[in-house]
């Protein structure tokens, strides 16, 4: 019909909605600016209506849900008390008595500040019992001294980012 009508026009199809998930029409109609009157004119007399806006309006008013002016409060997060807040199974190690005074042997040491909470997931993971000491800027993370090797070689693989061998 705008073609009938002699004004130029360029038409966007929009038939990606896999990857396109706005919320875009299907398609859109471009007119160059100084012949839209002319080409809403024709539009509405092709299709016989004067309320094409207010009928997208009402549609679009349908699909969205009613809005309250309260705000909505968002749940709290769930997390553990701090004592239980460890990384790693919370089981690592039952099978043994644990006391943190017998972690003797020193197996990794930062003085950067860096986190160690990610070793210690990968040794209680390997059920290995461990304790950190912070003293002013530096971190140190101590094990039994019969899983020293053991944890040695976690450490190394974590820390080098290496496989077991």
């Known amino acids: ?35 839209f009157e002319k080409a809403e004119n024709t539009i509405k007399e092709a299709y016989g209506t004067e309320d094409v806006v207010d009928i997208e309006r009402e549609e679009l008013k349908r699909l969205l849900p009613e809005r309250s002016n309260r705000m909505e409060k968002l749940p709290q997060m769930l997390m553990p008390p701090t004592e239980r807040n460890i990384p790693g199974p919370p089981s690592a190690g039952q099978h043994i008595d644990w006391y943190p005074e017998d972690a003797t042997a020193l197996v990794w040491a930062s003085t950067g500040g860096e986190p160690c ?19 002013s800027d530096r971190t140190e993370l101590f094990v039994l001294p019969e899983d020293e090797l053991r944890a040695r070689e976690v450490v190394r693989e974590v820390v080098e980012a290496q496989p077991p061998e």
């Open 1 to 35: 019909m705008l073609d009938e009508a002699g004004i130029p026009h360029n038409t966007v199809f929009r038939r990606d909605h896999l990857f396109n998930l706005s919320n875009y029409p299907s398609y859109e109609v471009g007119v160059p600016f100084s012949l």
């Open 117 to 135: 909470d990610f070793l210690v997931a990968a040794l209680h993971e390997n059920r290995i019992h461990c304790r950190i000491a912070k003293i």
